[in-house]
């Protein structure tokens, strides 16, 4: 059964801090990837998706890398400003498992 | 619609109060997931529709929890007899097809049993 874990748990950085949070899940036979933002007592916002045969995803100031061999992720932003402030939680899809979630690590970005 | 529209917003029972929780899709999206979702903790997969086939309901975590998706798009998560544990964030989240597409969630429901 795929388990999903998420380092650090939370994190707090000056505005202007360039940042990596990391993900690591035990089964490395996933179809894909997905990096979602969830701000407090909302939903899910998807960041990026990057799929089995993928090395890497960009939008804007984000960059997720997926590095299946060694069961692990991680997301990259750039220039971090305090509307990054969210929580950012991984998911991992197995075929017939669907998506299994991190318990998310917090960030806080100081202005 | 836009996106994936969750209906209530917020919902208090009273413990034993049946609750029906309802998912718009994302209008054309075959696919379809029920999450929930503890106070500080990711969610957790409750169950999965294609189209009006609930596929993979292993989630659920008891039986008193019932999902259905007549006609494979508007979905409803239905929890009978609530009691305290079922207090939690419910999520919707639909995709366009199978496995290799990106899912995109609703809102939420907050349900809290008092």
């Known amino acids: 059964k795929q388990e999903v874990t998420q380092i650090p748990a939370a994190l707090s950085v000056p505005e202007g801090e360039n940042l990596v949070l990391n993900c690591s899940f035990t089964d490395s036979a996933i179809y894909n990837l997905q990096w979602f933002r969830q701000d407090p007592g909302k939903g899910l916002t998807s960041l990026l998706l990057i799929q089995s045969s993928q090395r890497e995803q960009t939008s804007g100031r984000l960059n997720a890398s997926l590095d299946k061999s060694s069961g692990r992720s991680t997301l990259y932003i750039a220039a971090s400003q305090p509307g990054d402030s969210a929580t950012y939680l991984c998911?991992?899809?197995?075929?017939?498992?669907?998506?299994?979630f991190g318990p998310g690590t917090r960030l806080s970005v100081l202005p | 619609g836009a996106g994936v529209s969750q209906s209530p917003r917020y919902k208090v029972a009273k413990r034993g109060q049946d609750v029906a929780l309802r998912c718009d899709p994302i209008s054309g999206h075959v696919s379809l997931f029920w999450y929930q979702q503890a106070l500080g903790q990711g969610p957790e997969f409750l169950t999965y529709?294609?189209?009006?086939?609930?596929?993979?309901k292993s989630g659920l975590p008891s039986d008193r929890f019932f999902a259905e998706r007549p006609e494979g798009s508007v979905s409803t998560l239905k929890i009978q007899r609530t009691q305290q544990e079922d207090s939690a964030v419910y999520l919707c989240?639909?995709?366009?097809?199978?496995?290799?597409?990106?899912?995109?969630f609703g809102q939420g429901t907050r349900l809290t049993v008092v």
């Open positions: 529709f294609q189209n009006e086939a609930q596929l993979d």
């Open positions: 989240a639909s995709s366009l097809a199978g496995t290799n597409t990106e899912a995109f």
């Open positions: 998911a991992a899809y197995n075929y017939g498992q669907n998506f299994v």
